[in-house]
């Protein structure tokens, strides 16, 4: 580092100026205290970092920003709070991670959205929880996949299929049945059986 070049304005409508420059670096470092506001700028010769406190707002411009806490770190707004990035955000934790809302959470992606984990994971809801898309998919890679309801309602607007190497339809009451066009029931070998079979 070379000498630094340091000065000092004082000016009645103006304020103070303090200023230091290092021309070897090509730093100039610059606080502004004008009565309204205070300015704090590190210009170089590529990047410029500012800093702008006024009586109601602190505003940081920079390239890059870094807040590391060894303790807590809390953020807190009593309006609107907004967290936008032009590129990737990324949140981590090295323990649990919890999204809370006392009114509606609203998830959404233009493109691909994925929910992952290597523990369990749970959605809940109070009231109701709609799952909705243009086209769905619940898959089970290995175990059971289970659906369950005090009432369980599946429906398909044009084709409804189930599927698998061995399907059983089991209800502890009554059982129905019901086509309002074609109805068929085929296999290798069929068995229909009771104590009362009516057919017809």
Do not use: H, P, R, Y
């Not at 070897?24 to 606080?31: E, K, Y």
């Not at 807190?76 to 709070?81: G, M, Q």
């Not at 959404?108 to 998919?137: H, I, P, Y």
């Not at 190497?165 to 229909?192: N, P, R």
Request: proline share 0%; glycine share 8%.
């Amino acid at each position: 580092m070379g000498k630094l070049v340091c000065t000092v304005e004082l000016d009645k409508e103006k304020g103070v100026t303090v200023k230091v420059e290092d021309a070897d670096a090509q730093i100039t470092q610059t606080m502004v205290m004008n009565g309204e506001s205070i300015t704090i700028t590190v210009a170089g010769s590529s990047e410029t970092s500012t800093i702008v406190q006024k009586q109601d707002s602190v505003t940081i411009t920079c390239k890059d920003f870094t807040v590391d806490a060894t303790g807590t770190l809390t953020l807190k707004s009593k309006d609107a709070s907004s967290w936008t990035s032009q590129a990737t955000l990324q949140l981590e934790s090295s323990k649990d991670m919890t999204f809370t809302s006392k009114a509606k959470l609203t998830q959404s992606a233009t493109s691909d959205a994925k929910l992952s984990s290597n523990a369990k994971v749970g959605v809940e809801a109070g009231s109701q929880l709609d799952l909705t898309g243009m086209q769905t998919s619940l898959t089970a890679s290995s175990g059971e996949n289970k659906v369950e309801g005090v009432t369980l309602k599946m429906s398909g607007k044009t084709q409804a299929e189930l599927s698998s190497a061995m399907t059983k339809v089991a209800a502890q009451g009554k059982l129905g049945l019901e086509s309002s066009g074609l109805a068929e029931l085929k296999g290798s070998l069929t068995t229909v059986s009771g104590s009362l079979v009516k057919l017809g």
